[in-house]
């Protein structure tokens, strides 16, 4: 009886049985459909599954793509990752088709303890071979091995033989603000790679740290940053918002309408401001660069963003299981939804979901026409530098890294570090022993992209990559187009 009773909170959750009356009609149909299972059929029925693989699932799945049922198993593992730790090794590594290559060892880790260092490189992970992996696999298998003590064969460079080490995995303190330095004097950059509890704090005082209001301008980088903490996303964008301005509000059929503003005693920042975004930031993030871009706030730039608005709650049901249903949408200040439409016709909610966004006349508190499709959609389009056969072959070998741990041997590399005259042609020669043969044009025509990547891993691995990501910022046109922006002001202007 009490799987009855996980069905009959499912269906009302869901609003499939509007009439109380029906719910008793309803459940009487489910259970003679399974009585007669059990009776008849030339299989045994096993109980559990059919409710909790079969049954449950299936009423749900037609909602949405991010409502799910979870089973006492996934609902256990659920809650246990709502209050675990991240543990790691310390270690920074660059990930390609069958090779792992150590870009920094972070000081009193598992990985700096144990001897390894800048150029390493990873041949086995807990009897693993790596070469055989592609890099999803390889990202699979390191993730799992920092649940409990790993054995790594790793090769150091210069040597023949490799070594045999065990790493203990540790909890991480890490900051979700990911990067954040000066693009020239008075510009700041500051990359967020997540939305926690504690990330609006991290980026005021990264900002803090960078110049505070004596900045000229900032660029926030979004790209691949998939959400989080709501609050926090509310907090950041009320950083750069006048008080009382709206921030967000939240609607949904069963969920009273609350609008989200700034509080009244708030003092922004107001530099000149951009925002880099990208297919891949979501939910929070969306929430985030869209309330920037409906006050006028911030020039948004890069690609259209993933499209998630949904408010979430997990029901917790009988017998450990669990419900996350969607319960309301996310709307930004000019109105719209990001939540992009649901196009199956096995979605119930894809007309509600859709309908805010199938008006036309969204605009900024300026005036400037948005459009509502889902998603934040850039004022200004920039995309990744591009990647020619010969810059891929380049990356895929990881030329640029071995050859700068092999050219690093016994030299110090100090801040302000430049290429010597000359490196580039040791580099070319280094690239032919090795069958590497580009086209004179090829060569002449990517001088300043292979100097740039040459320098960047040398301060991946002499410095750190956080100074590597200094010297690639340089190479990547979102970041250049949104400094050009921010040293104009800020303006709009595609």
């Known amino acids: 009886m009490k799987r009855f009773g996980i069905i009959t909170a499912v269906l009302l959750f869901c609003g499939l049985t509007a009439p109380a009356q029906d719910d008793a009609a309803e459940m009487k149909r489910f259970i003679e459909t399974l009585r007669i299972m059990q009776e008849f059929s030339a299989d045994p029925v ?43 090794f310390g270690t920074v590594v660059s990930i ?50 920092k649940q409990k003590p790993a054995k790594l064969i790793v090769l150091h460079p210069g040597n023949m033989r490799p070594a045999e080490l065990t790493l203990i995995p540790e909890d991480m303190q890490s900051s979700s603000v990911e990067r954040a330095f000066l693009l020239q004097p008075g510009i700041g950059y500051i990359r967020v790679g997540s939305f926690e509890e504690k990330t609006a704090q991290q980026i005021r005082v990264a900002i803090e740290k960078l110049g505070g209001r004596d900045l000229k301008g900032l660029v926030i980088d979004l790209r691949n940053n998939p959400g989080g903490v709501m609050n926090a996303a509310m907090e950041t964008a009320s950083f750069f918002l006048k008080p009382g301005q709206m921030v967000l509000s939240v609607k949904g059929r069963n969920v009273p309408e609350k609008i989200e503003r700034v ?14 975004v990208n297919a891949k930031s979501a939910s929070a993030s969306e929430i985030v660069s869209g309330a920037l871009q409906d006050h006028d706030r911030a020039v948004i730039i890069g690609e259209p ?3 998630k608005g949904l408010v979430q709650a997990v029901f917790p049901l009988s017998e450990g299981t669990g419900l996350a249903l969607t319960t309301a949408l996310y709307y930004i200040p000019s109105g719209r939804s990001i ?34 499709g889902g998603g934040i959609i850039p004022d200004i389009e920039a995309f990744p530098r591009e990647m020619t056969q010969f810059r891929n072959v380049l990356e895929a070998t990881a030329a640029f890294t071995t050859f700068a741990a092999e050219y690093l041997k016994g030299k110090e590399v100090k801040a302000g570090w430049e290429l010597p005259v000359g490196l580039l042609d040791q580099f070319q020669t280094w690239l032919n022993e090795r069958q590497i043969q580009p086209s004179m044009r090829e ?52």
């Open 305 to 307: 963003t993933f499209g």
């Open 443 to 494: 060569w002449l025509g990517n001088r300043e992209y292979l100097a740039a990547r040459l320098k960047t891993e040398m301060y991946n691995l002499a410095l750190g990559v956080e100074k590597g990501d200094e010297i690639e910022a340089t190479l990547d046109p979102p970041i250049q187009k949104a400094l050009e922006v921010v040293l104009k002001g800020g303006s709009f202007t595609k």
């Open 339 to 372: 939540q992009k439409p649901f196009r199956s016709a096995d979605f119930a909610l894809g007309e509600t979901a859709a309908h805010p966004n199938e008006r036309s006349d969204f605009k900024t508190d300026g005036g400037r026409a948005v459009p509502g």
């Open 46 to 88: 096993n109980a559990d599954q059919a409710f909790y693989q079969g049954a449950i699932p299936g009423l749900v799945k037609h909602l949405d793509p991010h409502s799910v049922f979870f089973d006492k198993d996934q609902y256990g593992q659920l809650r246990q990752m709502e209050t675990s730790t991240r543990k790691g």
């Open 96 to 145: 390609l088709p069958g090779r792992v290559l150590v870009l920094q060892t972070l000081p009193n880790t598992p990985s700096a303890k144990a001897g390894m260092m800048a150029g390493d490189e990873i041949l086995a992970v807990n009897n693993y071979r790596l070469d055989r992996l592609d890099p999803e696999q390889i990202v699979e298998l390191l993730n799992e091995s």
């Open 263 to 276: 509080a009244t005693d708030n003092r922004p920042f107001t530099f000149p401001l951009a925002v880099l």
